[in-house]
């Protein structure tokens, strides 16, 4: 088995800031959210004022503006290019993807790629986080709550905030682009912000 993070280590790019973006683009009304979005924006980022899960909570508010299920699905057809060259070559039917991005946004990549995903539990109607953020060991918890005993051959991640996950693995990669590096254990990271 394989585990993969998703944004910049699998796809070119951040699939939530893409959906974001294609959101407000074809459903002008989310465009009335932008003020709230950049308030809680500098509120989390800047202030550090609040966890991860209830900054996304927020960012999130904007999907009472649209049908979240149709729109991900329109979003994957358009998107789905986005996917990294080397992981294609190597997908194999095991392979799961354990992200921060939300599950809603994630789910329909179980059909396209025939692959596992865990992700981040978001309400697709109002952005409710209905569970933690799956960020740092919570990455962890979640990947083991589903699969208790499982042996991870290889592990690719463009952060280093994913090292509890890192831990786990036979073998661990730092993706930059289509290139993946071993994974330096002694790399000292800045606090993570959760």
Known sequence: MNVYDMDKTIYNGDSTADFCLYCFTHHPK???????????????????IGTKTEFKGKLYRFLKSVD???EVEKFWDSHIRNMKAYYLEQKREDDV??????EFLLKPLEKHLNIHV????????????????C???EKVKRFREIYPDALIDDFYSDSYSDEPLAKLAKRAFIVKGEERISWDFSYHKKKIHI
């Open 68 to 70: 979240t299920e149709t």
């Open 135 to 137: 960020y740092y060991e």
């Open 97 to 102: 993807i354990v992200s921060a991005s939300p």
């Open 30 to 48: 989310t465009l009335l959210y932008l003020p709230y979005i950049l308030g809680v924006t500098v509120r989390y980022y800047v202030l550090n």
């Open 118 to 133: 865990i992700a981040s539990k978001v309400s697709p109607t109002d952005g409710t986080p209905l569970s933690e953020n």
